[in-house]
């Protein structure tokens, strides 16, 4: 694997039920109101309840603790290669989860430490006694909250997770389905992460994120399995499938930086998005209607007019591009953006430069983007005080050469750990072993050695490439990225990246979904600068696309 292609993968989630096909179950699933809860397999529902509450069948009274179990399992940071389809391994020690006490009490109610007192006292629930330190608290320990978008708040929390006499090898979880309520409803939202940025279209496409599901065919079946081998999946098919449809804690939110929509479905690899489906058309197929190269075309297409109107924010950054006027190679990127066509012109420009140089690789239209990725939004400060290309390419001969020395000497060690291994009494010699462990690590390390510095310098050229061929436009980022803006929840140095990304989200939503909802195409969903929507629609969807921006003089090229 080339050190281009390996960054670009750098760059780059009641009734005891099987588990039916979703592309058929969704068809009658209009008829059946309830809620899919994922419990532990070996859970007698029955008997829980007569412990929390005396009665054997009031299922109302414990949806809060089924809720909790439903968190543990389907937010469990779980290897793909502990997963085996039907199939999961056990890590008594490694699953513990956070649980805020926010959601506990939403859950469970005011006194929900009672609550779960008893589900520790028999044998329910387990919480995490040692902190970071080592320490024992046997009322459970405190962590710190580790926030993530969306969910935020300082704070501490303990740790659960699910008895190993709970669970089962060859089942990750069982369906549990519950009767719809407005208080199960107020509890699952409890669970859900909250943000302040709402606006009439965002949510709208929020509400039909939730309307979007994973069909369950043999095709997809594949398309999920090729995934989960690479391991870019965590999940197998079947688990895979079940949980996008029916996770009760899917969660849509839109983010502090961009104010971009996140879920599932944005998230979801693009070699599954034919298998998606509208809950209430099911037998048509979905498109995604997209423009070429967004994030460079919304940089160009930002003039003060625009800011002015969608991204008010930064309304600071708008005497850098009056500034800008007609200076020639700005002027070059606007009309390549304009055009669809600034990977390209970056990958030629790169392979001009560089060419005949050492160590040279010439660069495709996908490398492209990590130039743009590398020389537009990274750290300007860091990039400069780089080591210069040269020095680095005689690190990389060192570093070449330095592998067959390493691959003797981890060799040598191998063979004198063997020897004396055989002569050592009770077994392997600690001292052979000792410098047999050492040698691996060397090697180990002379190996890796290479591609991190080919990396460095691909890095290095992309830089340099944009600042020497591009000198105003990489004057005008540089800018924009000194601005002391407090509203980004980031680092200076992605200001550029934030204005675009908040430029090309209010425009997406204010304009075109707003133009698409009121031509009466009203099942779509956006994935950042695409929409999704129903093929039959597609045409109809590309004109009112490109009608909506034209409004703004801006004239994207749709893929």
């Not at 502090?256 to 209430?280: A, I, T």
């Not at 050492?438 to 890095?459: M, N, V």
């Not at 601005?483 to 204005?499: I, Q």
């Amino acid at each position: 694997m080339s050190v281009i292609t390996g960054l670009r993968s750098k760059v780059s989630m009641m009734r005891t039920t099987s588990t039916p096909s979703p592309r058929f179950a969704f068809k009658h699933r209009k008829h059946v109101l309830g809620r899919t809860f994922f419990l532990p397999p070996l859970l007698d529902v029955p008997a829980l309840n007569l412990i929390l509450t005396g009665q054997g069948e009031c299922e109302k009274s414990i949806q809060g603790v089924l809720l909790l179990y439903s968190y543990l399992i389907t937010h469990r940071n779980v290897r793909a290669e502990d997963v085996d389809d039907e199939k999961f391994l056990h890590r008594p020690l490694t699953n513990y989860m956070q649980v805020r006490r926010e959601r506990m009490r939403s859950w469970l109610g005011v006194n929900y430490s009672k609550v779960v007192g008893k589900l520790l006292e028999h044998g329910y629930l387990e919480v995490k006694l040692e902190t970071g330190t080592g320490k024992i608290m046997y009322g459970g320990a405190y962590c710190h909250w580790q926030s993530s978008a969306g969910d935020k708040g300082g704070g501490e929390c303990k740790q659960y997770r699910i008895p190993a006499h709970l669970l089962e090898e060859n089942r990750l979880y069982k369906q549990y389905k519950a009767k719809d309520s407005v208080l199960l409803d107020n509890k699952i939202a409890a669970a859900r992460p909250s943000y302040a940025y709402r606006e009439k279209y965002r949510e709208y496409v929020k509400g039909k994120m939730e309307e979007v599901v994973l069909l369950d065919t043999p095709a997809c079946r594949v398309a999920v399995q090729a995934l989960y081998d690479r391991q870019s999946i965590k999940y197998p098919p079947s688990t895979f499938i079940t949980l996008f449809n029916e996770n009760p804690f899917r969660a849509t939110l839109v983010c502090d930086f961009g104010h971009r929509l996140h879920d599932q479905v944005v998230n979801l690899p693009k070699s599954l998005r034919p298998f998606l489906r509208f809950k209430n058309d099911l037998d048509t197929e979905v498109v995604v209607v997209d423009m070429t190269n967004s994030q460079p075309f919304f940089l160009s297409a930002a003039t003060p007019a625009l800011i002015r109107e969608f991204t008010p924010e930064c309304g600071t950054a708008i005497p850098f591009f009056e500034d800008m006027g007609a200076a020639e190679n700005y002027l070059l990127f606007k009309q390549k953006a304009q055009q669809g066509q600034v990977y390209e012109l970056l990958r030629d420009r790169y392979n001009e430069k560089y060419r005949g140089e050492r160590g040279f690789v010439p660069v495709t239209r996908d490398d492209a983007k990590l130039i743009c990725y590398i020389a537009f939004f990274s750290n300007y400060k860091f990039r400069d005080a780089a080591a210069p290309i040269s020095t680095t390419l005689d690190s990389l001969e060192a570093a070449e050469a330095r592998i067959l020395s390493e691959e003797l000497r981890a060799a040598s060690a191998t063979k004198q750990f063997e020897l004396r291994s055989r002569t050592f009494n009770g077994g392997a010699c600690p001292v052979a072993w000792g410098r047999y462990d050492h040698a691996q690590d060397r090697h180990r390390k002379a190996l890796h050695r290479p591609a991190k510095l080919r990396e460095t310098i691909f890095k290095k050229q992309a830089y340099d490439l944009v600042k020497s061929e591009f000198a105003d436009l990489h004057t005008l980022f540089r800018k924009i990225k000194s601005l002391s803006w407090d509203f980004n929840p980031g680092k200076r140095h992605a200001n550029n990246a934030l204005l675009a990304q908040r430029l090309e989200s209010s425009i997406m939503y204010c304009c075109v979904v707003k133009g698409l909802v009121e031509a009466g195409i009203t099942d779509l969903v956006t994935i950042h600068d695409a929409v999704l929507v129903k093929k039959p629609q597609e045409e109809e969807v590309r004109k009112i696309f490109l009608h909506e921006l034209g409004k703004l003089n801006l004239f994207p090229q749709l893929n």
